[in-house]
């Protein structure tokens, strides 16, 4: 059958492919309109395979919540420029795999790489589009929160996601409380929760620099243990969530920030994810 260019404005506009492309894959096909998509696909999943040494470095990463704040997700999709990352179609692009990945609550990347949107798994979606912009696409982060009451927060720019999981749910107050304590995540970049949450290995990597510093001080081996537990402590301090200072109100920590609002508030747990890391 003849190839009219209404057909090949149809395949590039369902696509985005290019007008060249959208051709040859219905010449290629005898004018199949689904099986000339699946031809751009298969060409998406040949450029993918030239890109692969190619740094995705740039992207976005979007944070999303239910309705009633009891899930979150955090997606990070990445590209190799700038350009790309902050045009809206790759935006929304993003979003759409995690409002998927909200509504399935898949337990791994993977997982999530198999679902669908519009019977389209989300792996044939990314190659597709790396057929249509031309460069290395890759769904490189993922992360599910199941809460009491999960906030979300995006840096300006999509370069920083955050989810923060308070303990109970409440007002707009609560909303409010959590947006703050997540932009804190995002500014300050804590390695735990808590004290009690920071792994034994930091632990013990803190107390051998705090010990290698004191031995060059030159201070006296018997108090340099209580000096190394000082400078412990001050680590735990300036890096555990609840114990920094609240970055709205130093006077404060953001553990008594939250007990102000409701002395039983606090956070549960958090999941960071800055583009690249």
Sequence with gaps: MGITAAD?????????????????????????????????????????????????????????TSDDNKKGVVVELNCETDFV??????????????????????????????????????????????????????????HLINGDFVVPYIHIGNKIGVLVNLNKAGSEDFIN??????????????????????SQSVIDRELEIAKEQIKKEGKPEAIADKIAQGKLNKFFKENTLLEQDFVKDSSKTVSQFLGQLDKELTVKEFVRVALGS
């Design 177 to 198: 409380a959590g947006k703050d304590v997540a932009m804190q995540v995002a500014a300050m970049n804590p390695v735990a929760l808590n004290k009690e949450s920071v």
């Design 8 to 64: 090949i404005a149809k395949l590039r506009k369902t696509t985005g492919a290019g007008m060249m492309d959208c051709k040859k894959a219905l010449n290629e096909t005898n004018g199949d309109f689904e099986k000339a998509i699946d031809f751009l696909r298969k060409q998406g999943k040949k450029i993918s395979a030239k890109r692969a040494d190619r740094d995705a470095t740039e992207g976005v990463v979007i944070a999303l």
């Design 85 to 142: 990352a902050k045009n809206a179609d790759y935006v929304d692009f993003a979003t759409k795999i995690a409002q998927t990945a909200l509504e399935n609550s898949p337990a791994t990347l993977d997982e999530l790489k198999s679902l669908s949107i519009n019977n389209i798994k989300v792996s044939d979606l990314l190659d597709e589009q790396i057929g249509k912009i031309g460069e290395k696409i890759e769904l490189s982060n993922y």
